[in-house]
């Protein structure tokens, strides 16, 4: 009975919240993805999620850099993570990026599912706080 209630999942873990994903997501690979608390991101060297997705078709960029929104959501079969949106630069079309998210005792890591395999981002220790605080003056 206890098995079945977990694939219920009446035993699962707390949704993810802000303080879990705000702060410099550092890639393996060098990608770096900068969440702010208030749904305004950075991200920097990341893989475009597919070919054609808003760039030019002269010069077809293999990663994205730029400003970004991003939100709670969940890459089909896959755990939560957040989402991450902006518009491509040849073409008012609107681009995702999911990044998926594993919390942990240790810190968070995740992947996004268009990466290589093998890479991952990890929380950086110590950004946490210093993006949510980039809202709030006071640090509330």
Request: with cysteine.
């Amino acid at each position: 009975m206890a098995a079945f209630r977990m694939e219920l999942g009446e035993d699962r873990e707390e949704p993810l919240a802000i303080a879990d994903v705000a702060g410099v997501w550092q890639g393996s690979d060098g990608g770096r993805l900068t969440v702010q608390a208030d749904g305004i991101a950075d991200l920097d060297r990341t893989t475009r999620p597919r070919p054609g997705c808003g760039q030019s078709a002269e010069a077809p960029a293999r990663s994205y850099t730029g400003p970004a929104t991003w939100v709670f959501d969940i890459y089909p079969d896959e755990d939560p993570g957040i989402r991450f949106d902006y518009q491509g630069s040849a073409t008012a079309k609107t681009c995702r990026v999911y990044l998926v998210i594993f919390p942990g005792k240790n810190g968070a890591s995740g992947f996004i599912p268009q990466d290589p395999p093998g890479v991952r981002y990890t929380l950086s220790a110590g950004q946490q706080g210093d993006a949510l605080s980039r809202t709030d003056p006071a640090g509330r």
